[in-house]
């Protein structure tokens, strides 16, 4: 199986950028890559979130796989870069290792 070069959030938060950005998506840019480039990690935060909200699997993907590795993934993704810009206040009150 593949494996990206790029971490998760990386990838989510250029993802971000370049909707904001670029005129191939919501933005004004037409060459918005070297924005992207810049302004990425201003989306870290939103990024992790997405994957705060990923960490529980619908029923569907429980159905399709491991609940407890897709779990255990997304965990790490969001603990490799919860704290890149500052605490998020309400980080104290997420268990991302919860099994709720």
């Known amino acids: 199986m593949p494996v990206s070069e790029s971490p998760v959030v990386e990838r989510i ?3 971000l950028a370049g909707r904001q ?3 191939n998506a ?3 840019e037409a ?4 924005s992207v480039d810049m302004e990425w ?3 870290i935060p939103d990024a992790v979130a997405i994957l705060r909200t990923l960490r529980e699997p619908d029923a569907q993907m429980a159905e399709a796989g491991d609940v407890d590795v897709w779990r255990a993934m997304v965990t790490a993704a969001i603990d490799g870069h919860a704290d890149v810009h500052g ?3 309400l980080a104290a009150a997420i268990n991302v290792r919860a099994n709720s």
């Open 13 to 15: 938060a250029r993802v």
């Open 87 to 89: 605490t998020n206040p």
């Open 21 to 23: 950005l670029s005129g």
């Open 26 to 28: 919501l933005g004004l």
């Open 41 to 43: 990690k201003d989306r």
């Open 31 to 34: 060459h918005a890559s070297m």
